[in-house]
């Protein structure tokens, strides 16, 4: 991808236009990482970029934004611009075309705005970036309550940025986050829930999650999280504190590049713990699972999950209990839950909440991992002995609840070695007919 990059600054150099790599890539480019993209900038204007390059779709034309795609990848290739106010705190109303430095200037922190170029391997640096990057720093290019007000998702990019590079923030910086925690209610749902992805499967999302709640973006994003706080626990098994520290060293122990569902999941698996708190014996949250999962449908629907990610984080934390008796389950019951689609994912999640726990106890997880390695509990999916539709003509009934029924009784009977042919399969449909 960098090479076909590289092509495309070329290509647009050779016609006499300024270009270079912007953003994210010059960042990752000094931090020694492989950038995930490459955004181009040039001094061409979307005409002549169109004209230039081969394959084109305008995506941002107003906006001086046009897709280039080459070699199966894509880059966005954009004219130098700077934005006119902004009156919505999300979005500029208009962009006036011009050069490097007020392009610059328009970017959010100073690690964000450099530009390189890749011909003559030199770095712009207009806003200082190189030295914040060296000494560490996440930085708002001018002053952060004003770029803050302009465009409130920036509340979020800067947790995301310091957690994710490991940075400290520049004097002012947090205060300006705290100052104007509430403009985070501007922001659209997808952004939010976007940027929150983000977080979650990069680095130190606890601290990230900590910063949230301390600077009270977190009470109006997610106030199911920030009601986790001061939810005692039982001491015996959660020396770590509170529900709402056990979460944060949880989501800390998510492994590298986890799956959305999965570090949602993480994060939503102990939210429905405060209204299911109870004093019996001992601290008890009978329930809490369903609870939780219920609470996770309702924060899916306000923050826009597509359907499969809700049923899916839904599902996860729905079963984070079930490991409890796993050992003492029927083989065919293990079989059941090992054929589930996620439940790679729900191990995972184990691992995590034990992660979380002090003191740690893997050894459940690391038996099931085993086995599952082993693949012994791995029973493959027998052959079908009957399918619905046979059920149906033999015995003459019509479809409903009931054929779903005698098929799972059926198939746990051939799990469970008591029948192997489809005459003995039949024989107990009519067993469980007369019954
Ligand atoms: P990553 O893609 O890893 O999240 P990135 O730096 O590439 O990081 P993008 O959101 O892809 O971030 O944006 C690309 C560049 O556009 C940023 O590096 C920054 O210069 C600029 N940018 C993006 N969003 C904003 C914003 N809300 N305000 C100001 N500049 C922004
Ligand atoms: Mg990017």
């Known amino acids: ?220 994003i997610l106030p199911e999280l920030e009601a986790l706080k001061g939810v005692r626990q039982p001491e015996k098994y959660h020396k770590e504190g509170d529900v709402f520290e056990h979460t944060l060293e949880s989501i800390d122990a998510l492994p590298e590049n986890p799956s959305k569902e999965l570090a949602w999941a993480v994060l939503l698996h102990d939210i429905g713990k405060p209204e299911t708190f109870s004093v019996d014996d001992r601290i008890r949250f009978n329930g809490h699972a369903e609870k939780g999962a219920e609470m996770t449908g309702e924060i899916a629907k306000r923050l826009n999950f597509s359907n499969e990610m809700t049923v899916n984080v839904k599902w996860l934390v729905t079963h984070h209990m079930m490991f409890g008796g796993f050992d003492k389950m029927k083989k065919t019951r293990q079989a059941h839950w090992i054929h589930q689609p996620l439940f790679g994912e729900l191990l995972e999640l184990l691992r995590a909440d034990i992660l979380g726990t002090k003191p740690k106890d893997l050894s459940m997880y690391n038996e099931l991992k085993g086995l599952m390695d082993k693949k012994e509990l791995l029973l493959p999916k027998p052959e079908t002995l009957l399918t619905g539709k046979e059920i149906m003509d033999e015995f003459g009934i019509s479809q409903g609840p009931e054929i779903g029924k005698i098929l799972d009784v059926v198939y746990h009977a051939q799990m469970e070695e008591k029948i192997h042919t489809k005459k003995e399969a039949l024989e107990l449909v009519k067993k469980l007919l007369k019954a």
């Open 1 to 220: 991808m960098e090479k076909t990059a590289l092509e495309i600054v070329k290509d647009l150099k050779d016609k006499g236009f300024e270009t270079y790599f912007a953003g994210g890539s010059v960042r990752d480019i000094l931090l020694g990482k492989t950038p995930k993209d490459y955004d181009i900038v040039t001094s061409a204007k979307p005409e002549e970029i169109e004209d230039i390059l081969e394959h084109t779709i305008p995506i941002g034309k107003k906006f001086g934004v046009i897709l280039a795609v080459k070699n199966g990848h894509n880059f966005e290739v954009a004219t130098f611009r700077s934005d006119a106010a902004y009156t919505d705190g999300r979005r500029p109303d208009a962009v006036f075309f011009t050069d490097p430095k007020e392009d610059a200037m328009r970017r959010d922190f100073t690690i964000n705005g450099m530009f390189y170029d890749p011909v003559a391997k030199k770095v712009l640096d207009f806003v200082g970036g190189q030295e914040d990057l060296k000494k560490k720093i996440l930085r708002f290019i001018g002053d952060p309550h004003e770029r803050i007000v302009e465009d409130n998702l920036r509340l979020l990019r800067a947790i995301r940025f310091k957690n994710e590079l490991e940075l400290d923030y520049a004097p002012g910086t947090f205060e300006a986050i705290e100052n104007n925690a509430g403009l985070i209610q501007n922001v659209s749902a997808e952004r939010i829930q976007e940027e929150l992805t983000k977080i979650l499967t990069g680095k130190n999302p606890g601290q990230a999650f900590r910063e949230m709640s301390e600077t009270d973006v977190l009470k109006i």
